[in-house]
T-cell receptor, first 117, second 112 residues
Framework: NAGVMQNPRHLVRRRGQEARLRCSPV?????VYWYRQLPEEGLKFMVY????????ESGMPKERFSAEFPKEGPSILRIQQVVRGDSAAYFC???????????????FGPGTRLTVL | AQRVTQPEKLLSVFKGAPVELKCNYS??????LFWYVQYSRQRLQLLLR??SRESIKGFTADLNKGETSFHLKKPFAQEEDSAMYYC??????????????FGKGTKLTVNP
C-alpha cells in the first residue's frame, strides 16, 4: 500500500500560467479531499470529491480553481491563470467507503508545493 | 464558524519532561477531534482521535466539552517527538463530507 500519491512534489509557474496537481488516493479509497496550506497557516479545506462527482466545493475560490476525480485516473486540481497568492502547499487526502473501518480517517499525501513567480 | 485554535506556535521542552500541546475549538454540534503529526520530511499522519480514547506513542488527549479543549499530553517527551502537531475538528458538511478544520499547528522541539 503506497498510500496517497501526489505529483509533482514541487511545481513552479509564472503568473498567468496553469497549474495542474494530481492525486492518486489509497487503493480502494473513493473519497478525495483537497486542502491548501498557506505559509504560517493551518490546512484549509477546498473540495471533497467522490468518483465522477464533486460533493462539496465550499472551500474552493470561485474563479480559476477546479477539481475533478474521473472514473479512471487520479484526481486533478487545476488552477488557471495563477497569481502569486496561489503559492502554497496543496494536500490531498483520501478515505475509504462509508461503512468500512476508519471511514472518518483521512490519509494524507505528501503535498505539492506550488510556487508562482 | 467552526474554529480550532492552537495558541502556541512553538514549544520547546527537554527530553524526559512532560509536554502539553494546547488545542481549543468552537463547534456547535458534537465534535470529532483529531491530532495529526508531521515529522520532518514526512507526510501528515493521524496520531490519535478522541473517539478511540487510545494512547499512541505515549500521547493521550482528552476531550473536555466544558472547556472546549482537546489538549495533547505526554508525560515524558522524547527527542523523536519533535515534529509539527496539528489539532483538527471534523465538520460534517454537505453531501456527507467530513472535512477537517485545522489549527495552525504547534512546532514541538524536544531538546536532549
Amino acid at each position: 500500500n503506497a498510500g496517497v500519491m501526489q505529483n509533482p512534489r514541487h511545481l513552479v509557474r509564472r503568473r498567468g500560467q496553469e497549474a495542474r496537481l494530481r492525486c492518486s488516493p489509497v487503493k480502494g479509497h473513493s473519497h478525495v479531499y483537497w486542502y491548501r496550506q498557506l505559509p504560517e497557516e493551518g490546512l484549509k479545506f477546498m473540495v471533497y470529491l467522490q468518483k465522477e462527482n464533486i460533493i462539496d466545493e465550499s472551500g474552493m475560490p470561485k474563479e480559476r480553481f477546479s477539481a475533478e476525480f474521473p472514473k479512471e485516473g487520479p484526481s486533478i486540481l487545476r488552477i488557471q491563470q495563477v497569481v502569486r497568492g496561489d503559492s502554497a502547499a496543496y494536500f490531498c487526502a483520501s478515505s475509504p467507503l462509508p461503512g468500512l473501518q476508519d471511514t472518518d480517517t483521512q490519509y494524507f499525501g505528501p503535498g505539492t508545493r506550488l510556487t508562482v513567480l | 464558524a467552526q474554529r480550532v485554535t492552537q495558541p502556541e506556535k512553538l514549544l520547546s521542552v527537554f527530553k524526559g519532561a512532560p509536554v502539553e500541546l494546547k488545542c481549543n475549538y468552537s463547534y456547535s454540534g458534537s465534535p470529532e477531534l483529531f491530532w495529526y503529526v508531521q515529522y520532518s520530511r514526512q507526510r501528515l499522519q493521524l496520531l490519535l482521535r478522541h473517539i478511540s480514547r487510545e494512547s499512541i506513542k505515549g500521547f493521550t488527549a482528552d476531550l473536555n466539552k466544558g472547556e472546549t479543549s482537546f489538549h495533547l499530553k505526554k508525560p515524558f517527551a522524547q527527542e523523536e517527538d519533535s515534529a509539527m502537531y496539528y489539532c483538527a475538528l471534523s465538520e460534517e458538511a454537505q453531501g456527507g463530507s467530513e472535512k477537517l478544520v485545522f489549527g495552525k499547528g504547534t512546532k514541538l522541539t524536544v531538546n536532549p
